[in-house]
């Protein structure tokens, strides 16, 4: 039974290849299309690692400078970045009646694959009166105005 299956499908399959295939034309032709695509931005920022400063023998009324390291990853080559920066108080209380104001020029930001686009000038100044909501609800500090960064050539900002 099977032999004569596989007679009747060889069998059925030979008129079909003896029929004469139709050929396309010989001419071709060629044409251009252009495609917009858009990627919105895609940006993350890591959680800071925790900065520890020793204040020990530290005259009173010095400045206190900390860094604090982020990662800002970005599928883009120019990111907008802007710094809040809340008072120190002490508990992390901002009732308390301790505190050290947010002082300097403003915060400085260095990129290690890119750099600031406009003036090359990565201090940020702090503005002298942010918008509202920048903040914490109860907190007071500092907020920079916003600087415009650049990847290095030919790649995503990092």
Not at 3 to 9: E, H
Not at 95 to 109: F, Q
Not at 124 to 137: I, N, R
Request: a negative charge; hydrophobic letters at 40%; proline letters at 8%.
């Amino acid at each position: 039974m099977k032999t004569r299956l596989l007679w009747a499908i060889l069998m059925t399959g030979v008129p079909c290849s003896e029929t004469p295939l139709v050929h396309a034309s010989a001419s071709h032709g060629e044409a251009t299309a252009h495609v917009v695509v858009q990627v919105p931005p895609h940006i993350t920022v890591s959680a800071p690692a925790t900065v520890s400063v020793d204040l020990q023998n530290r005259p009173i009324s010095s400045p206190i400078s900390a860094s604090v390291r982020f990662l800002v990853s970005a599928n883009t080559q120019e990111v907008e970045l802007q710094v809040a920066c809340t008072d120190l108080y002490r508990a992390g209380d901002p009732t308390s009646a301790y505190g050290i104001p947010v002082a300097g020029a403003g915060a400085r930001i260095t990129c290690e694959h890119g750099h600031a686009s406009a003036d090359g000038n990565s201090l940020l100044q702090w503005q002298h009166s942010p918008s509202t909501g920048l903040l914490p609800a109860g907190w007071t500090g500092a907020v920079s105005e916003a600087g415009t960064f650049t990847a290095s050539p030919a790649a995503t900002f990092s």
